[in-house]
């Protein structure tokens, strides 16, 4: 039976969010610069490298906001914030946030993040095992204990996706928590068999001498969207020209990051402790602008079937 070691973003969210006021806030009036001040809540990952690089280049100054970057180890800790008004934006994977409008969360999709790089081979997240390990597929994972950052997400929901395709059994497996950071190491001392990782931790894992068993994004759906910035309900429908503006600073930032690799490698180095060695190898995701619908589709199709959600969204009101 498959045991839930650690609470799941939807359960942690909603005690979160009993702490919160019933009424949010929308960004803060403009400061004496003239700029609008916004905070966007953030997983300090590979993912987010547009983001940083729209500050540092000054697209969200230009659409006149002042940007502030906070992060957090997981979507449990950004959408209370966001749904409260501390925060404007926020970043989450998909399933975080079909599990949160699956909740009745006032939450809003407002814009596409990072996706797959629709290869089967070299992907920006994998499940990664010991050198030695006996498993060569995730069908060779049943009983074992394998770690996400976080569970009944998209992680879990992925690979028992693609577990019960090769023909494993993802009902005897243990799904357990550990952050992207530490992942690695809790292969390596035998706290789990395997672990899903991203990038950085996915090539500073393999030169560790650790391997990789399965591209897990790619391997469920080569077009998959991970990931998106999400405003509430209530900024959306209150303040529309701020979202705007966001939308738009964030377009800039994700065409930047695209178009330029080495600005993006050079900028994770400013918000993670990835080696400058390591920083030259790894895999990029996509970026971009506009999300896959037909993957998106399917990414609910599954969260629905593993009972992470009991609806699957209607994705001409949950994408933007």
Do not use: H, W
């Amino acid at each position: 039976m498959k045991k839930m070691l650690m609470i799941g973003f939807a359960a942690a969210s909603v005690i979160a969010l009993s702490a919160c006021s019933a009424g949010s806030d929308t960004a803060a009036p403009a400061g004496s610069d003239g700029l609008t001040p916004v905070t966007v809540g953030v997983i300090p990952i590979a993912d987010t490298a547009p983001l940083y690089l729209g500050l540092e280049q000054g697209f969200f100054e230009d659409e006149g906001l002042d940007l502030s970057i906070e992060t957090a180890t997981g979507g449990a800790a950004i959408v209370p914030a966001v749904v409260s008004g501390d925060y404007q934006f926020g970043f989450s994977n998909l399933i975080s946030l079909m599990v949160a409008n699956d909740k009745g969360l006032p939450l809003k999709v407002v814009n596409a993040a990072v996706a797959s790089t629709g290869d089967v081979t070299k992907d920006f997240g994998a499940v990664i095992v010991k050198g030695d390990s006996p498993a060569q597929t995730l069908a060779d994972l049943d009983g074992k204990t394998v770690s996400g950052n976080s569970l009944n997400n998209i992680v879990d929901t992925v690979m028992r996706s693609s577990i019960d395709r090769l023909g494993g059994d993802s009902s005897s497996i243990s799904f357990v928590e550990v952050p992207f950071p530490d992942a690695s190491a809790a292969v390596e001392n035998g706290q789990v068999d395997a672990a899903f990782v991203v990038e950085p931790f996915v090539t500073a894992a393999i030169e560790s001498g650790q391997r990789v068993i399965s591209y897990g994004y790619a391997d469920f759906n080569v077009n998959l969207d991970v990931a998106a910035y999400f405003s509430s309900a209530d900024t959306v429908a209150n303040d529309p020209e701020l979202v705007t503006k966001f939308q738009t600073a964030m377009t800039k930032s994700l065409e930047y990051a695209q178009a330029n690799p080495d600005a993006v490698r050079d900028i994770i180095a400013t918000y993670t402790k990835t080696p400058a060695d390591v920083l030259a190898k790894i895999v990029l995701p996509k970026f971009p602008t506009e999300f896959n619908v037909d993957a998106v589709t399917a990414l609910g199709e599954a969260a629905l079937k593993y009972g992470v959600v009991e609806t699957a969204p209607d994705m001409s009101t949950f994408l933007p």
